[in-house]
């Protein structure tokens, strides 16, 4: 914990009650021992890279985007290498707030290798047919169809999507 605090310029047991309240429970059981992670915002997300990466680090929501910071320190502290995965928030219905909190979210993960969707993951999707045609209920932030949907989804994804499963995949995008 104490490397953890160093990362967040914070206290010992405030990186603690950080870690207690700010991140999903299960979140360290789900990075302790991996040689990698993938963390992402939430479990939209977790459903649909993980059903596209299939095998690979496991893909680990960190509640938020807002929690990314502290769930890469978190992560690193416990040995896994880390990359990130966030939306830009840069579409027509995104508001100010949004674009800024992933600007600062990005300008806080400097030392981790980040992956941001254009738009968001839904702006992405939408340019996937055979995922919309396998998602009968639409684009409703459902993670559960959004997993089903991506693994029945008989066409590659669009290709930012593919670029990106590839980068995860390699592992090859660091710091």
Known sequence: MARVATTL?????RA???VR???PAGFVLQVAGQPRAVLVEGATDVAVLAALLRTGPPVVAAGGKHALPLAAAVARA?????DVVLDADDGPHAGHRAREDS???RAELVDVPVHVL???LETCLAQWPAFLSALPEGLTKDAAAYGR????ARSS?????ARLIQDLRDGAIRP
């Open 9 to 13: 310029g914070t206290s010992t047991n």
């Open 16 to 18: 603690r009650r950080l």
């Open 21 to 23: 309240t700010a991140l």
């Open 78 to 82: 416990l040995g896994a290498a880390v």
């Open 103 to 105: 600007r600062r979210v």
């Open 118 to 120: 254009p738009g968001d």
């Open 149 to 152: 949907a991506a693994q029945a």
């Open 157 to 161: 994804p669009p290709p930012v999507l």
